[in-house]
Nanobody, 122 residues
Framework: QVQLVESGGGLVQAGGSLRLSCAASERTFTRYVMAWFRQAPGKEREFVAVINWSGGSTRYADSVKGRFTISRDNAKNTVYLLMNSLKPEDTAVYYC???????????????WGQGTQVTVSS
């Protein structure tokens, strides 16, 4: 069973940047597709980005395309989300997720971290 621990959230002004990290406990980290989702208060959890096992293929939600970058370091069992040009509407709890196949909806993923809060002030 994969355990995921996010870090790197915080408070940032609009236009600023943050880098989130998600460390996985699984030795066979490369088996897993890794994704980021987010959930704002009163809203459903939504897809942000996904990366395949090698890091060679990525996909983004339209709302973050061109501003966010997902990457992974398989030697460190870690996936990252670099967030640039942050907007107040990016405020949410950000979750990383893992599964053995690619998906863009929460039910597609079996393993979840506890989440990290990102707050963007205007």
């Amino acid at each position: 069973q994969v355990q995921l621990v996010e870090s790197g959230g915080g408070l940032v002004q609009a236009g600023g940047s943050l880098r989130l990290s998600c460390a996985a406990s699984e030795r066979t980290f490369t088996r897993y597709v890794m994704a980021w989702f987010r959930q704002a208060p009163g809203k459903e959890r939504e897809f942000v980005a996904v990366i395949n096992w090698s890091g060679g293929s990525t996909r983004y939600a339209d709302s973050v395309k061109g501003r966010f970058t997902i990457s992974r370091d398989n030697a460190k069992n870690t996936v990252y989300l670099l967030m640039n040009s942050l907007k107040p509407e990016d405020t949410a709890v950000y979750y990383c997720a893992a599964d053995t196949s690619v998906g863009a909806t929460p039910p597609d993923y079996d393993y979840w971290g506890q989440g990290t809060q990102v707050t963007v002030s205007s």
